[in-house]
């Protein structure tokens, strides 16, 4: 025992830029996981894979820290346990990318097979974490430190764990491989059938994200890839890691571009601004730009582009349409849009377009925006509103 002891105080303790920026990454992705995961709405099933596999990668990021720094001396027992994790990686990444473009939810009765390998992997290697401290720490010693000398351990012991364990870095690439087949075909599937059209408007499409991190996928890839050529054992998993630091906080980014923190009228409270007469924008100027300009018209009309258009603030413009009209923005725009679709519906320079193309004409994004708002505004049908103007008086 006190030869096991000297062996594991002897094991040097390092820290530097490398163990100090993977820690970030860590910290991050905790954090970012944690707040995704807590936030996000129960149907926002894409976003709350992306949250479990960024926490995964997280565990994964801190076992690695561990080892590399040293400190994995002090508990190690946990040395290799998150080996199962890793091969939840490249699938937790693929089913993110596949509820984002699908708009299908993930469950388990459909989707077992996804985290079979990992699971089937950890029954493998019940032996080894059952084996004795000193196995466990030959082991970190030999994938970190192979110069030290090892602890002599018993012969008995049963090692046929090492059968899979051997090649589970080639059954990680092996993984990567299949997934980014597997999410590349289903972008090129989508953009066959033109379903990202709609987010053409928006700073970060679903579609711009998830090709993004299908990128980042094949990144991991070629550096996993390159670091297995060069490192017979888990001594260069740090440069995976470093890279996976610089992902998290280029999604931290990403993510905080897009809140609304950043937006002017945030901290305001519903209607809490600098006040009507401060600002001198009354109901019937809004009105004459959006009619002017047929702002109403454009597909990526949004409340913040008129607060902008005006020189005034989203809270405010907010603020003067529900005083003066009891509508929000949304209705006031749509009430232009049904108004200008009446018009053509009934317009015979229009008949050769569908129902649906003259919806998308005047500024809806999809046939069923198009419908719900026509039948809020007019009680019936576009279909219907046609049929009764071709009814004789």
Known sequence: MEDIQNIIDNIPIRHNFVSYFISLGIFIGVLLSL?????????????????????????????????????????????????PLVL????????????????????????????????????????????????????????????????????NLDYSYLLIKDEFRWLILCSFIIYIILSIELIVKIIYKNNTTNSENTKVSKYDFSKNTIMGLLGAFILIFLVFLNFEDDAGDHYIFIFHTTIVLITSFALLSESRFFENSWIADKYETSGLSSNGISIDMIKAYVEKEQFYMSKSASLKNLAEALNSSSNYISQVINTNTQLNFNDFINQYRIDASKQRLTDPNYSHLTIEAIGNSVGFKSKSAFYNAFKKHVAMSPKAFVTLQKLPE
């Open 35 to 83: 707040v995704i995961l807590f936030r996000a709405s129960k149907k926002s099933n894409a976003f709350r894979i992306f949250g479990w596999s960024l926490l995964i990668q997280s565990i994964i990021a801190l076992d690695v820290f561990l080892c590399y720094t040293g400190l994995m001396k002090y508990i190690p027992h946990l040395n290799d346990s998150t080996e």
């Open 88 to 155: 939840l990686l490249a699938p937790s990444i693929y089913l993110f990318v596949y509820t984002l473009l699908e708009r299908k939810s993930i469950t388990l009765r459909k989707h077992w097979i996804h985290i079979l390998p990992s699971v089937l992997y950890f029954f493998s290697q019940i032996k080894y974490y059952a084996q004795p401290t000193s196995v466990k720490i030959n082991a970190y010693l030999g994938a970190y430190f192979p110069e030290m000398k090892r602890i002599q351990v018993s012969e």
